[in-house]
């Protein structure tokens, strides 16, 4: 973003898991609301779709956006993506903490990897 002392007019919303599905659906209604974005998601694209394609598409919208590729599963994943809003040194105005997974089948068939990565990034993310 090329705004990053608060000088902007627009809003900033912060949008959790921009790079598709209802994250990037949220991002884009931000957008065409008025509202600049830091959209945040993995680093691995997912179906072929990455943030820098999401970033891109919002940019057409007229928002400025400062895509932050992080796994928001770990503390420091959590950690970088609040170091990159504040340096903006813009309030945030908007949250929509929608990164998150789902996992199939029998509770008990699960890995409990997997199971705890389920939630280390939708419950403790969003509260940390």
């Given at each position: 973003m090329s705004q990053s002392n608060g000088s902007s007019a627009?809003?900033?919303?912060?949008v959790t898991g921009a790079s598709s599905?209802?994250?990037?659906?949220?991002?884009?209604?931000?957008?065409?609301e008025g509202y600049d974005l830091v959209?945040?998601?993995e680093p691995?694209?997912?179906?072929?779709?990455t943030l820098d394609d999401a970033a891109a598409e919002l940019r057409?919208?007229?928002?400025?956006?400062?895509?932050?590729?992080v796994d928001l599963a770990t503390v420091d994943g959590?950690?970088?993506?609040?170091?990159?809003v504040e340096a903006l040194g813009?309030?945030?105005?908007?949250?929509?903490?929608?990164?998150g997974v789902g996992l199939g089948g029998a509770f008990l068939e699960q890995p409990v990897d997997r199971i705890l990565n389920l939630v280390d990034l939708n419950v403790r993310s969003t509260v940390h």
């Open positions: 627009r809003p900033l919303a912060v599905g209802i994250g990037r659906e949220l991002a884009k209604v931000f957008a065409q959209a945040a998601a691995v694209a997912h179906a072929g779709v057409t919208l007229g928002a400025q956006v400062e895509a932050v590729p959590v950690e970088q993506l609040a170091r990159r813009r309030p945030v105005e908007a949250l929509a903490l929608n990164a």
